[in-house]
Nanobody
Framework: QVQLVESGGGLVQPGGSLRLSCATS????????VAWYRQAPGKQREWVAS???????NYADSVKGRFTGSRDYAKNTVYLQMNNLKPEDTAVYYC?????????WGQGTQVTVSS
């Protein structure tokens, strides 16, 4: 079974930055979908970003221009660089990687934006 291990969350002040990592136990070269989601307290999980194998990443309007997703094929790791963080970005962030016949989620990492 594929495992995804997330890291990089934490407490940051508004305007600060964090980089989330998602290390996979399976090669991401063949992954059909690499995405990030988040879930704030009392809210449903929402899509944040998708990082395709080819072409530009897509982002939710709420994070566009501030977040950047990327893949590192050598390390089988997915990243989410988050800049200019806002209190409304506070949530548990999850990576999601899908291969043919397999759909895996990370365990989640807490991001808290507060002064």
């Amino acid at each position: 079974q594929v495992q995804l291990v997330e890291s990089g969350g934490g407490l940051v002040q508004p305007g600060g930055s964090l980089r989330l990592s998602c290390a996979t136990s399976k090669s991401i070269f063949s992954a059909n979908v690499v995405a990030w989601y988040r879930q704030a307290p009392g809210k449903q999980r929402e899509w944040v970003a998708s990082i395709p194998r080819i072409g530009s990443a897509n982002y939710a309007d709420s994070v566009k221009g501030r977040f950047t997703g990327s893949r590192d094929y050598a390390k089988n790791t997915v990243y989410l660089q988050m800049n200019n963080l806002k209190p409304e970005d506070t949530a548990v962030y999850y990576c999601n990687v899908r291969w043919s016949g397999e759909n895996a989620w990370g365990q989640g990492t807490q991001v808290t934006v507060s002064s």
